[in-house]
C-alpha cells in the first residue's frame, strides 16, 4: 500500500484482495465505539474535519450528531 493509500484510508479499513491491484475497503464499524471514543478521534489523525463537527448547528444532538459525526469520519479522506 502506497502512502496516498494510507491516506486514503484513514477513516475504513483496507484489505488487499487477490488479483492484480484490487483493493477492497470496508468501513470501520463505529457501533462499537462509544460517544466519548468517537468524538476523541477528532483529536487525533481527523482534526483536519473538525471543524465540521463544530459547525453542525446546536439543535443537532444525540444520536442525530454522532451519525454526522461517523459520516464525517467516513468520508475524511475527501477533505485532504
Known amino acids: 500500500m502506497t502512502s496516498d493509500n494510507a491516506l486514503q484510508c484513514a477513516a475504513v479499513d483496507c484489505q ?3 488479483g492484480a491491484g484490487a ?3 470496508s468501513l470501520v464499524d463505529f457501533s462499537n465505539k462509544s ?3 468517537l468524538y476523541d478521534m ?3 489523525n481527523f482534526t483536519h474535519v473538525k471543524p ?3 459547525g453542525i448547528p ?3 444532538v444525540g444520536a442525530e450528531r454522532r451519525e454526522v459525526a461517523k459520516l464525517i469520519l467516513r468520508n475524511a479522506d475527501i477533505f485532504f
Do not use: I, T
Request: hydrophobic fraction near 35%; avoid cysteine.
Open 52 to 54: 465540521l463537527l463544530n
Open 58 to 60: 446546536a439543535d443537532v
Open 35 to 37: 460517544d466519548a471514543e
Open 42 to 44: 477528532f483529536q487525533g
Open 16 to 18: 488487499q484482495q487477490s
Open 23 to 25: 483493493d477492497n475497503r
